[in-house]
């Protein structure tokens, strides 16, 4: 391969990546613009940062890890946070979570999922739930 090939070759993979990276951008911040007053249970035993995740999960079709880094660190500063931390706050989501019929995927290679009938379950329940607080 020519210089000038592997140079282009280099640049259209940047620009690749770039494109990609500003996708995820937009995905992220539309789904923040979107109704962010959902209410859980309170007997579903979720830290606030498992909160957080779970409304991403709620929000988009299928939630990467950057996305779920964003929304748990924009307010915070300073270091970069673990990437592993997504993978043990989804683990602990799972196990509290399925008590309630709830199952979070994974899609390999991209990131984590909720399928549209545990959107719709946790909305009913989540709405059950204000029902009820509110009486």
Known sequence: MSAQASLMSRALK?????IAALE????YLEAQLMDQDVKFPDAWPLTPSERKVLRQLLK???AKQNSLLAALYSERGGDEPEPNVIRVLISRMRRNLLPFGIKIKTVRGEGYSLSPEMKARIKSLCDTEQEGSAA
């Open 14 to 18: 940047s620009k690749d990546a770039r």
């Open 24 to 27: 995820d951008q937009v995905e």
């Open 60 to 62: 988009l079709r299928v």
